[in-house]
Protein backbone atom coordinates (compact mmCIF):
# COMPACT_ATOMS: atom_id res chain seq x y z
CA UNK A 1 0.00 0.00 0.00
CA UNK A 2 1.29 3.58 -1.25
CA UNK A 3 1.37 5.77 2.24
CA UNK A 4 0.09 8.96 1.34
CA UNK A 5 2.64 12.00 2.37
CA UNK A 6 1.60 13.95 5.67
CA UNK A 7 1.90 17.60 5.21
CA UNK A 8 1.19 19.87 8.28
CA UNK A 9 0.58 23.06 7.70
CA UNK A 10 1.47 25.74 10.16
CA UNK A 11 -1.27 28.91 9.97
CA UNK A 12 -3.35 30.95 12.13
CA UNK A 13 -5.75 32.05 9.39
CA UNK A 14 -8.61 29.57 9.77
CA UNK A 15 -9.57 30.17 5.72
CA UNK A 16 -6.43 29.71 4.71
CA UNK A 17 -6.16 26.44 7.02
CA UNK A 18 -9.29 24.94 5.00
CA UNK A 19 -8.54 25.94 1.99
CA UNK A 20 -5.52 24.29 1.82
CA UNK A 21 -6.58 21.47 3.78
CA UNK A 22 -9.39 20.62 1.29
CA UNK A 23 -7.08 21.22 -2.03
CA UNK A 24 -3.96 19.47 -0.71
CA UNK A 25 -6.21 16.52 0.64
CA UNK A 26 -7.38 16.09 -3.23
CA UNK A 27 -4.23 15.58 -4.34
CA UNK A 28 -3.25 12.41 -2.49
CA UNK A 29 -1.84 13.82 1.09
CA UNK A 30 -3.01 13.23 4.12
CA UNK A 31 -3.09 17.08 5.98
CA UNK A 32 -2.72 17.79 9.75
CA UNK A 33 -2.94 21.45 10.54
CA UNK A 34 -1.48 23.81 13.51
CA UNK A 35 -2.46 27.14 15.13
CA UNK A 36 0.90 27.95 16.49
CA UNK A 37 3.88 26.60 17.70
CA UNK A 38 3.33 24.55 20.72
CA UNK A 39 0.34 22.35 18.42
CA UNK A 40 2.99 22.64 15.66
CA UNK A 41 5.59 21.19 17.69
CA UNK A 42 3.29 18.32 19.44
CA UNK A 43 2.34 17.05 16.11
CA UNK A 44 5.15 16.49 14.79
CA UNK A 45 6.09 14.53 17.96
CA UNK A 46 2.88 12.46 17.07
CA UNK A 47 3.24 11.74 13.97
CA UNK A 48 5.33 11.01 11.24
CA UNK A 49 5.30 14.30 9.05
CA UNK A 50 7.04 14.66 5.61
CA UNK A 51 6.91 18.52 5.33
CA UNK A 52 5.98 21.48 7.11
CA UNK A 53 3.83 24.38 5.42
CA UNK A 54 4.91 27.06 8.07
CA UNK A 55 3.42 31.03 7.84
CA UNK A 56 5.82 33.43 9.19
CA UNK A 57 3.64 35.92 10.71
CA UNK A 58 1.81 34.07 13.31
CA UNK A 59 0.67 34.85 17.17
CA UNK A 60 3.21 34.29 19.71
CA UNK A 61 6.34 33.02 18.32
CA UNK A 62 6.80 34.03 14.06
CA UNK A 63 7.86 31.17 12.13
CA UNK A 64 11.36 32.60 11.66
CA UNK A 65 11.78 31.68 15.16
CA UNK A 66 9.77 28.24 15.02
CA UNK A 67 11.67 27.33 12.60
CA UNK A 68 14.94 27.67 13.72
CA UNK A 69 14.27 26.01 16.79
CA UNK A 70 13.20 23.12 14.19
CA UNK A 71 16.03 22.80 13.34
CA UNK A 72 18.30 22.33 16.29
CA UNK A 73 16.26 18.37 16.70
CA UNK A 74 14.66 18.06 12.99
CA UNK A 75 15.63 18.30 9.37
CA UNK A 76 12.27 17.50 8.64
CA UNK A 77 11.30 19.82 4.94
CA UNK A 78 10.19 23.40 5.49
CA UNK A 79 8.06 25.28 3.00
CA UNK A 80 7.86 28.81 4.28
CA UNK A 81 4.67 31.23 3.46
CA UNK A 82 5.04 34.99 4.13
CA UNK A 83 2.67 37.76 3.00
CA UNK A 84 6.10 39.78 2.37
CA UNK A 85 8.07 39.82 -1.42
CA UNK A 86 11.13 41.33 0.52
CA UNK A 87 14.54 39.61 -0.79
CA UNK A 88 15.93 39.64 2.83
CA UNK A 89 13.10 37.81 4.38
CA UNK A 90 13.75 34.74 1.55
CA UNK A 91 17.36 34.87 2.71
CA UNK A 92 16.66 34.95 6.52
CA UNK A 93 14.93 31.91 5.90
CA UNK A 94 17.18 29.86 3.58
CA UNK A 95 19.60 30.77 6.59
CA UNK A 96 18.07 29.16 9.30
CA UNK A 97 16.93 25.88 6.98
CA UNK A 98 14.18 26.33 5.45
CA UNK A 99 13.81 24.60 1.89
CA UNK A 100 11.88 26.44 0.14
CA UNK A 101 9.65 30.19 0.80
CA UNK A 102 6.36 31.26 -0.97
CA UNK A 103 5.42 34.79 -1.01
CA UNK A 104 1.30 35.30 -0.50
CA UNK A 105 -0.77 35.55 -2.34
CA UNK A 106 -0.35 32.45 -4.34
CA UNK A 107 -1.82 29.91 -6.51
CA UNK A 108 -2.41 26.54 -4.99
CA UNK A 109 -1.05 24.83 -7.74
CA UNK A 110 2.25 26.68 -7.33
CA UNK A 111 2.30 25.59 -4.00
CA UNK A 112 1.39 21.78 -5.29
CA UNK A 113 4.74 21.90 -7.03
CA UNK A 114 6.54 23.16 -4.65
CA UNK A 115 5.50 20.67 -2.18
CA UNK A 116 5.99 18.02 -5.42
CA UNK A 117 9.66 19.10 -5.62
CA UNK A 118 11.08 19.48 -2.50
CA UNK A 119 9.27 15.81 -1.40
CA UNK A 120 11.03 14.25 -4.10
CA UNK A 121 14.80 16.11 -3.08
CA UNK A 122 14.08 14.79 0.68
CA UNK A 123 11.95 11.85 -0.70
CA UNK A 124 15.33 9.01 1.09
CA UNK A 125 13.07 8.06 4.38
CA UNK A 126 10.02 6.47 2.12
CA UNK A 127 10.99 5.94 -1.63
CA UNK A 128 14.87 5.46 -1.27
CA UNK A 129 15.48 4.63 -5.39
CA UNK A 130 17.51 1.63 -6.52
CA UNK A 131 20.34 3.85 -7.43
CA UNK A 132 20.14 5.58 -4.11
CA UNK A 133 20.85 2.35 -2.70
CA UNK A 134 23.40 1.28 -4.64
CA UNK A 135 25.66 3.85 -3.49
CA UNK A 136 28.25 3.47 -1.20
CA UNK A 137 28.69 5.78 1.62
CA UNK A 138 30.86 8.77 0.73
CA UNK A 139 33.57 9.69 3.27
CA UNK A 140 36.24 12.97 3.12
CA UNK A 141 37.93 14.51 5.76
CA UNK A 142 36.23 12.22 8.58
CA UNK A 143 32.82 12.75 7.48
CA UNK A 144 31.07 10.27 6.00
CA UNK A 145 27.91 10.71 4.15
CA UNK A 146 25.30 8.39 3.77
CA UNK A 147 23.49 8.90 0.21
CA UNK A 148 20.48 6.40 0.93
CA UNK A 149 19.51 7.28 4.78
CA UNK A 150 20.50 10.91 3.56
CA UNK A 151 22.45 11.13 6.62
CA UNK A 152 26.02 12.98 7.64
CA UNK A 153 28.09 11.69 10.35
CA UNK A 154 30.92 13.09 11.97
CA UNK A 155 34.02 10.91 12.40
CA UNK A 156 32.80 10.26 16.02
CA UNK A 157 29.64 9.13 14.25
CA UNK A 158 27.55 11.83 15.85
CA UNK A 159 24.43 12.95 13.63
CA UNK A 160 24.96 16.05 11.58
CA UNK A 161 21.11 17.44 10.90
CA UNK A 162 21.09 18.95 7.31
CA UNK A 163 18.07 20.69 5.70
CA UNK A 164 16.69 18.69 2.52
CA UNK A 165 18.62 21.56 0.38
CA UNK A 166 22.08 21.58 2.44
CA UNK A 167 21.88 17.62 2.14
CA UNK A 168 21.27 18.02 -1.95
CA UNK A 169 23.82 20.70 -2.05
CA UNK A 170 26.48 19.11 0.18
CA UNK A 171 25.90 16.09 -1.94
CA UNK A 172 26.51 17.86 -5.17
CA UNK A 173 30.16 18.92 -4.02
CA UNK A 174 30.81 15.81 -2.99
CA UNK A 175 30.23 14.00 -6.12
CA UNK A 176 32.28 16.54 -8.05
CA UNK A 177 35.22 16.82 -5.82
CA UNK A 178 38.26 18.92 -6.20
CA UNK A 179 36.41 20.80 -9.66
CA UNK A 180 35.17 24.63 -9.51
CA UNK A 181 31.43 24.88 -9.75
CA UNK A 182 29.54 27.98 -10.55
CA UNK A 183 26.39 28.97 -9.27
CA UNK A 184 24.20 27.82 -11.97
CA UNK A 185 25.94 24.11 -12.14
CA UNK A 186 25.59 23.59 -8.35
CA UNK A 187 21.58 24.51 -8.83
CA UNK A 188 21.15 22.08 -11.90
CA UNK A 189 23.32 19.33 -9.74
CA UNK A 190 21.55 19.80 -6.48
CA UNK A 191 17.77 20.97 -8.04
CA UNK A 192 17.51 19.65 -11.56
CA UNK A 193 17.26 21.90 -14.53
CA UNK A 194 13.61 22.75 -13.44
CA UNK A 195 14.61 24.81 -10.44
CA UNK A 196 13.43 27.88 -9.42
CA UNK A 197 16.00 28.99 -6.43
CA UNK A 198 18.10 31.97 -7.69
CA UNK A 199 22.07 32.36 -7.03
CA UNK A 200 22.05 33.63 -3.53
CA UNK A 201 20.33 30.39 -2.36
CA UNK A 202 23.43 28.85 -2.99
CA UNK A 203 25.56 31.29 -1.18
CA UNK A 204 23.34 30.60 1.76
CA UNK A 205 23.63 27.34 2.36
CA UNK A 206 27.09 27.26 1.49
CA UNK A 207 27.44 29.38 4.51
CA UNK A 208 24.91 26.89 6.72
CA UNK A 209 27.22 23.75 5.69
CA UNK A 210 30.50 25.87 6.76
CA UNK A 211 29.37 26.11 10.33
CA UNK A 212 28.81 22.43 10.23
CA UNK A 213 31.87 21.45 8.33
CA UNK A 214 34.51 23.83 9.10
CA UNK A 215 36.68 24.37 12.29
CA UNK A 216 36.68 28.36 11.43
CA UNK A 217 33.75 29.08 8.90
CA UNK A 218 35.21 32.41 7.90
CA UNK A 219 38.34 30.87 6.89
CA UNK A 220 37.10 27.79 5.06
CA UNK A 221 39.59 25.18 4.19
CA UNK A 222 36.51 22.11 2.91
CA UNK A 223 34.12 24.17 0.85
CA UNK A 224 36.22 27.27 -0.92
CA UNK A 225 35.35 30.05 -2.96
CA UNK A 226 36.55 30.71 -5.87
CA UNK A 227 36.76 34.53 -7.21
CA UNK A 228 34.75 34.98 -10.48
CA UNK A 229 34.23 31.20 -10.45
CA UNK A 230 32.40 29.69 -7.90
CA UNK A 231 32.64 27.25 -5.36
CA UNK A 232 35.75 24.07 -5.12
CA UNK A 233 35.14 20.97 -2.52
CA UNK A 234 38.55 20.57 -1.81
CA UNK A 235 38.85 16.96 0.43
CA UNK A 236 39.40 13.79 -1.41
CA UNK A 237 36.58 11.43 -1.67
CA UNK A 238 36.45 7.98 -0.87
CA UNK A 239 33.38 5.35 -1.64
CA UNK A 240 32.81 2.78 1.16
Known sequence: MTVMPHLLIVDDDKDI???????????????????????????????????VILDIMLRNEDGFSLCRRLRT?????????????????????????ADDYLTKPFDQ???????????????????????????????FGGWRLDVARRELRSEDNALVLLSGGEFELLLA?????????TRDQLLDFARGRNHTAYDRSIDVQISRLRHKLEDDPKNPTVIRTVRNGGYLFSPAVKRL
Open 109 to 139: RELLARVKAVLRRTSGKHEISSENEARPLLA
Open 173 to 181: LVEHPQRVL
Open 17 to 51: LALLTNFLGKHSYTVSIAEDGVAMFSAISAGNVDL
Open 73 to 97: SSNVPVIMLSAMAEHTDRVVGLEIG
